[in-house]
């Protein structure tokens, strides 16, 4: 069990080595005050709980941050867990300790892992925190990252959800700052519980080549090193092997085992200055072989959480790739402690300069006029995506989400250029305002005030939630009218699909109760919201179905399928077909019908037809109301989805549209935005101006189904969609 004595004793250490000569007063003080506090609590593995505020405190210290925020890590949980008050920790340490206390209390009540509208709240709770002061969330990052140390003495459920809010939250989110030593850790830990066979075949791998690999990285280090010190270039050069969530990854997204994987080694070569970064460049080309377009130049193009490098990949005479970073001292402490260590150079403190937490305001800024569930899917793009970085033609740099657009690039100059966008240059050369940039692309917007404003395909079409964001303002001021018909159509399409009753609307006792359920005045209100993006159509039924129904006493799902049967995971697993379980049978053959493509998550009944097993049919589809019929309700069984691995399923949509031309390129385009693999894809055009398209496309699943939908609908002239028939 650890002591009180061994972790003071390391934070003691930790402080002298990292901030010499500090007065170590008022953080001894913290620490009685801390320790009284908690002498009643205990840790999960029966310690003392003032262990924890002590190991938060020591990795506070390492990142460089100053004395106030570790008081702050010293006493971040006695406003959560003791008696203890903002005014008495304020009277004793400090305004600006209590502030950082209760700003890490806030955070530590949010969860991030309830439904789509708490967790934005929560998420913006965590940026205004960090535009106010920074400090309160490397507290916070600091305080998971120790919890993650311990994360043994969980339950099993506590480990399952702790470690996917990390991933999804905190481990991009140290990324974001700049914090790649943190951000590899806080990995490597969730890895080990959320795919624990993965993780220890990996770490097995690594440990039976160990002796292989070393041998490796001590050649590549001996010939880099003595290349280097011959030519008088003072530096610390050094091999490791990738991080285990790094290997995973690159398994996963290439597809090989480990045997298969080479570019799993990396080097670093730390110099004093950055021309010598260049030299040792040349150096290493002249040793090794170069890996063409592999090489990235971070130090002339920082990252935008300043992260600076040079990136090259060569090969040496064992045929073996590695990848070697070259950096300044300067540099290699930002890349290890991010913003905490550019801080600690400029000797700044709390709040950093307005161009450090553009991007932080850039996300506040990007919750109006969203749907909360497009938010905070946007939302990983924007902050955890990698970047592209285009220029200017006068040579600004201007950071974007890998997968940028002209138009993306637009809105980052300005609304009014974005607004105004009626073409554009890549590198001197017109392209498509729909093509995708890419690093060092140099882009020039071509504006006209003769423009109409941005199109809602290009809604579809952008990367960046906040040309997103720009182009819904556009649309709810310039365009209520149209915004108000559109979003009509989408509505009463969507209610029509699902056979609600368009005359619940205006049913003058239930209308009220609906658009308090949707929290609008009027209809009018909701349709424009919909119709410039703020709020999606099924998004919108969704929430008042079930009122209908019930005002209605029309059957919902449950009742709309008698035979449909909800599955219980404690119920013996039987064996599947093609992802389908029919109960009482335990094996036979399984076909989807052809008449309504049913995709996982569609309510489904099979029926035993003659040679051919069990045929599975959406409940609500046509031919399923023969099984009222006496003389086939016996060949009419129960059947479920069952819990497996996902596949790709075969649907069809068929949209209702208004005919003009180019609509047939724009459900493409939306098509491929979606990634979902098309099979099909054929329009016609029929009297009284009207088109009839029918997609036939793969999913996994009816959400995946939808998203898809919502895509398909957002686009202009599409007013309406049904699954259709293959």
């Known amino acids: 069990m650890e002591s009180f004595a061994e972790h003071y004793g390391a934070l003691y250490q930790t402080i002298n080595r990292c901030m010499p000569g500090v007065d170590m007063t008022r953080i001894d003080q ?19 709980y003032i262990i924890h505020p002590l190991a938060v405190a020591e ?37 600006t300790t209590a502030e950082l206390v209760e700003g890490v209390t806030k955070l530590t009540r949010a969860n991030f892992s309830s439904s789509e509208e708490q967790q934005m709240e929560n998420l913006r709770k965590m940026f205004m925190a960090m535009s106010k002061d920074i400090r309160v969330v490397l507290i916070k990052i600091a305080d998971r990252l120790h919890n993650m140390r311990t994360m043994q003495y969980q339950t099993p459920e506590k480990q399952i959800s702790k470690c996917r809010e990390t991933m999804d939250i905190y481990a991009p989110l140290a ?30 791998y690594l440990r039976a080549h160990k002796e292989q690999d070393e041998a490796f990285m001590h050649t590549i280090q001996d010939r880099i090193t003595q290349r280097l010190s011959a030519m008088g270039i003072h530096n610390s050069t050094y091999g490791r092997i990738k991080h285990v969530y790094s290997i995973y990854r690159k398994m996963d997204l290439q597809n090989k085992n480990m045997d298969e994987l080479y570019d799993i080694y990396a080097f670093r070569v730390i110099v004093d200055s950055i021309p010598n970064c260049y ?25 935008p959480n300043m992260y600076q490098s040079l990136h ?71 902050m ?40 554009a240059k890549v ?13 060092g692309d140099i882009c020039e917007i071509i504006t006209s005030k003769a423009a109409k404003g941005p199109s809602r395909d290009w809604l579809n079409i952008c990367k960046s939630n906040q040309a997103r964001t720009k182009i819904k303002q556009w649309f709810k001021k310039e365009k209520r009218e149209e915004n108000v018909l559109h979003g009509k159509a989408s509505f009463e399409a969507e209610m029509r699909r699902l056979m609600l009753p368009l005359s619940a609307l205006t049913d003058a006792e239930l209308e009220e109760q609906l658009l308090r359920k949707l929290s609008f005045d009027n209809w009018e209100d909701m349709y424009a919201a919909i119709g410039y993006g703020g709020l999606t159509a099924s998004k919108a039924v969704g929430r008042i179905r079930d009122d209908i129904n019930r005002a209605t006493k029309q059957p919902v799902d449950k009742a709309v399928n008698p035979l449909r049967i909800v599955p219980d995971d404690n119920r013996v697993n039987r064996h599947s077909v093609n992802g389908v379980i029919v109960e009482d049978i335990e094996s036979c053959m399984i076909k989807f019908s052809k008449c309504c493509t049913p995709v996982p998550g569609d309510p489904i009944v099979g029926f ?94 009816v959400s995946e189904l939808e998203a898809v939908r919502n895509r398909l609908m957002n686009i202009r002239d599409v007013i309406g969609s049904r699954r259709g028939h293959n």
């Open 312 to 382: 090259t990949t060569v090969i040496g005479n064992q045929g073996i790739p590695f990848e070697v970073q070259i950096r300044t001292w300067q540099m290699h402490e930002t890349a290890e402690y991010g913003i905490a260590a550019h801080w600690k150079y400029k000797q700044g403190v709390g709040q950093g300069n307005e161009k450090d937490f553009e991007w932080v305001r850039r996300l506040l800024e990007s919750q109006q006029d969203t749907d909360a569930e497009d938010y905070v899917s946007s939302l990983k793009i924007d």
């Open 175 to 204: 990324h974001r700052l700049g914090m790649q030593k943190i951000k590899w850790e806080l990995e490597d830990i969730s890895l080990r519980y959320l795919d624990p066979e993965a993780y220890e075949a990996i770490m097995s």
């Open 279 to 303: 030299n040792v460049l040349g150096h290493v080309h002249d040793l090794f072989n170069l890996v063409p377009g592999r090489f990235k130049d971070y130090i002339s193009t920082p990252k």
């Open 608 to 701: 035993i037809t003659k040679g051919f097993g069990v045929s599975v049919h959406r409940a609500d589809c046509g031919n399923t109301v023969h099984r009222n019929n006496p003389q086939q309700a016996a060949r009419w069984v129960r059947v479920r989805w069952a819990s497996q691995d996902e596949q790709p399923f075969e649907t069809t949509l068929e949209l209702d549209c208004i005919t003009r031309d180019g609509l047939l390129l724009d459900v493409a385009t939306a098509m491929t935005a979606a990634r979902v693999r098309v099979k099909e894809l054929f329009g016609k055009d029929l009297p009284g101006g009207k088109s009839i398209f029918t997609v036939r496309f793969e999913v996994r699943n």
């Open 30 to 48: 913290a620490v009685e005050f801390a320790r009284e506090k908690h002498k009643e609590q205990k840790r999960k593995d029966g310690s003392p």
């Open 59 to 95: 990795l506070v210290a390492e990142m460089g941050l100053d004395v106030d925020a570790i008081l702050g890590a010293l006493l971040h949980d006695c406003i959560e867990d003791t008696d203890a008050s903002f005014e008495e920790i304020s009277r004793l340490f400090g305004k």
């Open 384 to 423: 955890f995506d990698d970047e592209v970085f285009v220029f200017t033609p006068k040579g600004k740099i201007v950071s974007l989400p890998a997968g940028s657009t002209p138009i993306d690039f637009a809105y980052a100059i300005h609304s009014g250029v974005g607004n105004a966008l009626v073409g």
């Open 427 to 439: 590198n001197n050369r017109i392209c498509n305002i729909d093509q995708p940039l890419e690093n």
